[in-house]
């Protein structure tokens, strides 16, 4: 390591050891200073590990943590970026804060920004690449879906020898000729039922033959963009896949159990497009030597994480926040509540900052027409743009006479404290949803973030 890096990891590592131990909390802070003193202080730190990088639209986070828990069966100690902290001085953070613990095999696991792949495959050198999905999603920062694949792409392109575990049913990942091993991953059809012959909804981005731009039918559409897709023009279909999920025999809220290999397994959490990321991680794992009983251990133990289904038990009340962010997720995340068979109450926070995406028009291609509104005995809404998510659910049907209307924050509690459910539902923008966490942190409910 040089001089140059030496410093700047000594000032990173005790810029982190105050703020963690001195003022109780973290922040991005200690990458940034290091970066600052040593713009490749990344490249030192990371030299020595087998990286995996884990990208895309939507369930990075997730697929990141699910990756993690099924390597830790194997290897022992597992360094990562736990709290989505997923641009360069966050990943930078990550190992300045990394305590190496025993491990037979040092290996890290990163969620990545699809923006910043480059940038980090320039520095890290990834053994594999995750690649979750991509859809429409801040279109400010990242433009057309097809352009988040060519940033993605651009990063890959700088490791060939890496394998590439992306998710056969995206039809973009297996668009552009790269000489990277390939793995794909997927919902198998049922063979054993007629060949159907489908075309996505209406809105749904991403159905255009990335070949020749004819639309895209379907065998089996999973959701959105995402199935076994063919072109009936060029002939352009989906890639064999590698590993298949077989069956969903049990699917709420709150758990999932489901086939793969033969094998059942089961993670406490809800939604399909959870079902995708336990997916995702199975193949990481199984690439990495991880047995199908290890995952199935790891799995087992899977935790709710920040802001993602995490569950929140406050006032004797069941809170649990689900991180939205565009529509493919919204409206996921909305099929997940028709799953609900209790009554419950609904929460709605909607920010617009940078790390939101300034632009809420997104709210609008969300089905909150399908809610089922006998179900829901209160509806919330917060966010410093509560009147566009107010206005909003009053255009689905919610009266809007019976919504509580709450832009600050430490209201919003006591409203969720006087719900006439048990269980509520916060559908939550990224930093509407630091907000609130950090509200609840406040009242001692939970853990200031570390990272």
């Not at 049990?250 to 399909?272: L, Y």
Request: proline share 3%.
């Amino acid at each position: 390591m040089s001089f140059k890096s030496n410093i700047a990891t000594f000032a990173g590592k005790s810029s982190y050891w105050f703020l963690h131990n001195v003022l109780k909390g973290g922040t991005s802070f200690p990458g940034k200073l290091a970066m600052k003193l040593d713009p490749d202080v990344l490249e030192q730190l990371g030299k020595d590990y087998e990286t995996i990088i884990v990208t895309g639209t939507n369930g990075k986070t997730m697929t990141t943590a699910l990756i993690t828990q099924t390597l830790k069966e194997k290897y022992g100690d597992i360094l990562t970026n736990p709290s989505g902290s997923n641009m360069a001085q966050g990943i930078v953070t990550a190992f300045l804060a990394h305590d190496q613990k025993k491990s037979s095999r040092k290996l890290a696991v990163l969620e990545v920004d699809e923006a910043n792949v480059k940038a980090v495959t320039q520095l890290v050198h990834p053994k594999a690449f995750v690649l979750t999905n991509i859809f429409r999603d801040q279109m400010d920062r990242y433009g057309e879906i097809y352009t988040t694949y060519e940033k993605i792409v651009a990063g890959i392109k700088l490791a060939p020898d890496a394998t590439i575990i992306a998710n056969g049913d995206a039809s973009i990942f297996s668009s552009v000729d790269l000489p990277n091993p390939k793995v794909f991953f997927g919902f198998e059809t049922d063979q054993d039922k007629p060949q159907n012959d489908l075309k996505a909804d209406v809105n749904t981005d991403g159905v255009l033959c990335p070949k020749c731009e004819h639309i895209l039918h379907y065998h089996a559409i999973s959701y959105a963009n995402l199935g076994d897709f063919f072109c009936p023009n060029c002939g352009y279909k989906r890639p064999d896949l590698t590993y298949k999920l077989e069956e969903i025999s049990e699917q709420t809220p709150s758990r999932i159990k489901f086939t793969i290999e033969g094998k059942e397994f089961a993670v406490n959490i809800g939604g399909t497009y959870n079902i995708y990321n336990a997916l995702a991680a199975f193949a990481c794992a199984r690439e990495f030597g991880v047995s199908a009983n290890e995952i199935a251990a790891a799995f087992a133990k899977n935790k709710r994480i920040f802001g993602r289904q995490e569950l929140i038990h406050y006032q004797g009340k069941q809170i649990n926040i689900i991180l939205v962010k565009n529509p493919v997720g919204l409206n996921e995340v909305l099929s997940l509540l028709d799953t609900e068979k209790d009554h419950y109450s609904l929460a709605a926070l909607l920010n617009a900052h940078h790390a939101d995406g300034i632009d809420t028009s997104w709210i609008w291609d969300g089905n909150f027409e399908s809610l089922d509104r006998d179900k829901i005995d209160q509806v919330i809404v917060g966010g410093e743009r509560h009147k566009d998510m107010a206005f909003r659910l009053e255009v689905a049907g919610f009266d809007p006479d019976k919504m509580i209307i709450e832009s600050d924050f430490d209201q919003l509690l006591a409203a969720f404290a006087k719900t006439p459910t048990n269980k509520i539902y916060i559908l939550s923008t990224y930093t509407a949803m630091l907000h609130l966490r950090q509200v609840f942190a406040d009242k001692g409910v939970l853990k200031r973030r570390i990272n």
